[in-house]
T-cell receptor
Framework: DAGVIQSPRHEVTEMGQEVTLRCKPI?????LFWYRQTMMRGLELLIY????????DSGMPEDRFSAKMPNASFSTLKIQPSEPRDSAVYFC????????????FGQGTRLTVV | QKEVEQNSGPLSVPEGAIASLNCTYS??????FFWYRQYSGKSPELIMF????GDKEDGRFTAQLNKASQYVSLLIRDSQPSDSATYLC????????????FGDGTTLTVKP
């Protein structure tokens, strides 16, 4: 298996633009997580899906952030409009199910908003 | 106070020594505990998880959990330069591996 696949790997955008980050979880995994990592705040859980349904979005920082999982093999995290403080590495992770003992992280998308 | 606290380091040990990484957490109801390794510019990868008080060993790694003291540690025996990385402690309120609160990490350098 290729693991969790994220795209793009790097994104540079101007303030105010819409940004869409994409994630393909490991096949057969039912839980998907979006994390954000910054020097100031560390690694933070943004939202968690189980069986394509958002279970906990309490970590989503603002209404500018939204996430969807239209099917078991694809999820998006959208920021509209983007701001410089959104600059971070965004990780997607997946696990077999909600009681799995291991979550597998994708390689991340490094987002820079100028 | 952060929910999960780690010494940021850097922690420097000579090759072959034991590296000891520590983590404390504030939620007494936490159920599962994870150690991740993250190389610079890479994604976190799971090293170990522990649910019960006591020690859990896996190769050169030993995780230790003391729920009464709200303390979890990771020992790395026979440290190698390839162990140089940032080690993240993650704590969960249930057994869901991905739904974690992470510490800021401890940077470990193993000097040849």
């Amino acid at each position: 298996d290729a693991g969790v696949i994220q795209s793009p790997r790097h994104e540079v955008t101007e303030m105010g633009q819409e940004v869409t980050l994409r994630c393909k979880p490991i096949s057969g995994h039912n839980s998907l997580f979006w994390y954000r990592q910054t020097m100031m705040r560390g690694l933070e859980l943004l939202i968690y899906f189980n069986n394509n349904v958002p279970i906990d979005d309490s970590g989503m920082p603002e209404d500018r952030f939204s996430a969807k999982m239209p099917n078991a093999s694809f999820s998006t995290l959208k920021i509209q409009p983007s701001e410089p403080r959104d600059s971070a590495v965004y990780f997607c992770a997946s696990s077999l199910d909600s009681s799995a003992t291991e979550a597998f992280f994708g390689q991340g998308t490094r987002l820079t908003v100028v | 106070q952060k929910e999960v606290e780690q010494n940021s380091g850097p922690l420097s040990v000579p090759e072959g020594a034991i590296a000891s990484l520590n983590c404390t957490y504030s939620d007494r109801g936490s159920q599962s505990f994870f150690w991740y390794r993250q190389y610079s510019g890479k994604s976190p990868e799971l090293i170990m998880f522990i649910y019960s008080n006591g020690d859990k060993e896996d190769g050169r790694f030993t995780a230790q959990l003391n729920k009464a003291s709200q303390y979890v540690s990771l020992l790395i025996r026979d440290s190698q330069p390839s162990d140089s990385a940032t080690y993240l402690c993650a704590v969960n309120q249930d057994t869901n591996a991905g739904k974690s609160t992470f510490g800021d990490g401890t940077t470990l350098t193993v000097k040849p």
